[in-house]
């Protein structure tokens, strides 16, 4: 599919060249509507969770907790606000042609930067680079700088998307369509420019304030000024020239009002434009009305066909009309409406269910044997600073107390009593199952999330989340090791720990693969590599929150379960086995390596 230029044409103002060759304009959302649409959706995932809390209250009370136990019922709480509060802004921006209920009250909206609309992938992009723009939390400053010093106003999240926030932009009157009118054309053209007509309604709106020397003089500069336009007018030789100009001045505003020339008339040629295809474009809006409430293929393959033709002779209209010299809410009128109809036929395919099975099954793992290399790196940057601090408690037994919780330190000194009563470092009483599965999701989601996102700062915030997690799992392998309970957390660990360790490294590949575009873009500009390497990454992220999932499946039911040491063990073995198959081997078929290398492309 061929992409569209854009071009900046002031600070407020951005044009898109559609494929048709046609440009359409785009008003930049400016700083003040940006926020506020933000706070009106954050009142609103507020109202989610009260209602959301109401709900449960209202269960309670009608006696749900004799069928649900109350951990399941917390569990089932906690996944509905995760997938809420984390799926808003994807689903609106991805699904709802870029507009969120804030941006819809704000009349704002995320276009792609070529004017398409927005992908559900730069939608996800965004939403995982709020956790940089929302930086010093909550107050959005990296965020503000970045608009401010950017000059399309872009934050973090929309270098890295490809996307810009623009405002809807609401229709006016359309001069030609009073001057088409018979009764309008009685009336003719202006006589004034644009310039004498101001002076004359300056004059006009400080005459009657003015003392009579002081109003006769300015009147006779200004029928100096224009005399020229009236010279056959008979009505100059029998009134003053006060009582002239304010007689000029209203026959002018009236030719004015009745032309729609209030900033620029429409030329002859854009009125006969008019005339003559607005039947066209009514039939072109009634038909963008039905699309926009049907969905394209809801209307059925003739209807479409005739909606694409209809767009087509709507974009060339707008062509002609910009050659004709028409007003600019004409110019406007059209604007809107090809891009609204551009927006609608370029609107890439959803892959639906199947496609998302094709990428798990093959594209996924054939794009993570493609990015290898960063993905490798961020093995490096998470299990070398856990090696290094597992000697480092090793050798100084009191740096693990100063580097863990008090609550990790009471679980190794009773590693030895609870092993004598045979209870594994978490039992199923302590942590249910569906409670524990969702908290662990929760956390290695964001802790994924946060390594990603990182990247945007030239791949250092990824280092630091990685360096950080590996510091803390050597601290919490030696402190274990040092009281002798090794079998004990491993028992525990290994089952989920293969999968979702190698979930955070893909994760931080991820990030550093983002973090390559700012320092070796390669032969593009940054923020087109930034781009192109933000969609594979975001792809990446995607497979990770599936392995994240599983992963807090074995961790929640499997790993504190009561099965015997051996059995988990061999379980792990297994699950990491299958880990390592799936990696190395799935997605080795010719469309699944094109899917992969053409990732960054779709």
């Given at each position: 599919m061929q992409q569209p230029a854009a071009y900046v044409l002031s600070d407020r103002q951005v044009d898109v060249e559609t494929p048709e060759h046609v440009l359409v304009g785009y008003e930049l959302a400016d700083l003040g509507s940006r926020f506020t649409a933000v706070l009106i959706d954050w009142l609103l995932l507020g109202l989610i969770l009260v209602g959301l809390l109401a709900l449960a209250l209202v269960g309670a009370a009608a006696g749900l907790g004799s069928v649900i136990s109350g951990n399941v019922a917390l569990a089932l709480f906690l996944l509905t606000w995760f997938l809420a509060s984390s799926g808003y802004f994807v689903f609106y921006e991805g699904f709802r042609d870029g507009q969120t209920p804030g941006k819809k009250i704000m009349r704002i909206r995320v276009v792609q930067d070529g004017g398409y609309p927005v992908s559900f992938r730069a939608a996800a992009v965004r939403y995982l680079l709020r956790v940089i723009d929302v930086q010093p939390l909550p107050s959005w400053g990296v965020a503000a700088l970045s608009m401010m010093l950017h000059p399309r106003t872009k934050r973090l999240g929309d270098l890295a998307a490809g996307t810009v926030v623009v405002r809807d932009r609401t229709g006016q009157p359309i001069p030609e369509e009073r001057a088409a009118d018979p009764g309008a054309a009685s009336l003719g053209r202006p006589l004034l420019s644009d310039p004498e007509f101001a002076a004359l309604s300056m004059y006009g709106q400080r005459r009657a304030s003015l003392d009579f020397a002081v109003r006769a003089q300015l009147a006779g500069t200004l029928m100096q000024r224009l005399g020229g336009r009236f010279e056959g007018d008979p009505r100059r030789g029998m009134m003053t020239a006060d009582a002239f100009l304010g007689t000029v001045h209203a026959e002018e505003a009236a030719r004015r009002d009745a032309s729609g020339a209030g900033g620029r008339a429409g030329s002859p040629q854009a009125t006969a434009l008019f005339r003559r295809q607005k039947p066209v474009w009514d039939e072109y809006d009634r038909m963008l009305a039905e699309a926009r409430g049907r969905g394209l293929p809801a209307m059925g393959e003739r209807r479409v066909s005739r909606f694409a033709a209809l767009y087509r002779q709507v974009a060339a209209d707008l062509a002609r009309a910009r050659t004709y010299g028409g007003s600019p809410e004409l110019l406007f009128t059209l604007e809107r409406a090809v891009g609204a109809g551009h927006n609608l036929l370029y609107t890439a395919p959803a892959g639906g269910w199947r496609g998302f099975r094709h990428w798990i099954t093959g594209g996924f793992p054939a794009l993570v044997r493609l990015r290898w290399k960063p993905i490798l790196a961020?093995?490096?940057?998470?299990?070398?600073?856990?090696?290094?601090?597992?000697?480092?408690?090793?050798?100084?037994?009191?740096?693990?107390?100063?580097?863990?919780?008090?609550?990790?330190?009471?679980?190794?000194?009773?590693?030895?009593?609870?092993?004598?009563?045979?209870?594994?470092?978490?039992?199923?009483?302590?942590?249910?199952?569906?409670?524990?599965?969702?908290?662990?999701?929760?956390?290695?989601?964001?802790?994924?999330?946060?390594?990603?996102?990182?990247?945007?700062?030239?791949?250092?915030?990824?280092?630091?989340?990685?360096?950080?997690?590996?510091?803390?799992?050597?601290?919490?392998?030696?402190?274990?090791?040092?009281?002798?309970?090794?079998?004990?957390?491993?028992?525990?660990?290994?089952?989920?720990?293969?999968?979702?360790?190698?979930?955070?490294?893909?994760?931080?590949?991820?990030?550093?693969?983002?973090?390559?575009?700012?320092?070796?873009?390669?032969?593009?500009?940054?923020?087109?590599?930034?781009?192109?390497?933000?969609?594979?990454?975001?792809?990446?992220?995607?497979?990770?929150?599936?392995?994240?999932?599983?992963?807090?499946?074995?961790?929640?039911?499997?790993?504190?379960?009561?099965?015997?040491?051996?059995v988990k063990l061999s379980l792990a073995a297994l699950f990491a086995l299958a880990l390592v198959l799936y990696l190395a081997f799935a997605g080795r078929d010719e469309p699944a390596r094109r899917a992969a290398a053409a990732a960054a492309l779709r």
């Open positions: 961020a093995s490096v940057l998470l299990y070398l600073p856990a090696l290094l601090t597992f000697a480092a408690v090793r050798n100084d037994p009191a740096a693990g107390r100063r580097m863990l919780p008090a609550v990790l330190m009471q679980r190794a000194e009773e590693a030895e009593e609870r092993q004598a009563q045979g209870k594994g470092y978490v039992t199923s009483d302590e942590a249910p199952a569906p409670l524990m599965s969702v908290m662990l999701v929760w956390n290695n989601v964001m802790v994924s999330f946060r390594a990603f996102a990182g990247g945007i700062l030239a791949g250092l915030g990824t280092a630091l989340v990685l360096i950080y997690n590996g510091v803390q799992l050597g601290a919490v392998a030696a402190v274990f090791a040092n009281y002798g309970a090794n079998l004990q957390l491993w028992s525990f660990v290994l089952g989920h720990g293969a999968i979702e360790l190698t979930a955070i490294c893909i994760a931080g590949g991820a990030g550093l693969w983002l973090g390559s575009a700012i320092l070796l873009p390669g032969r593009v500009t940054r923020g087109e590599a930034l781009v192109t390497r933000g969609r594979e990454a975001v792809s990446l992220i995607g497979g990770v929150a599936v392995m994240l999932a599983v992963a807090a499946a074995i961790e929640g039911f499997i790993s504190p379960s009561d099965l015997p040491r051996e």
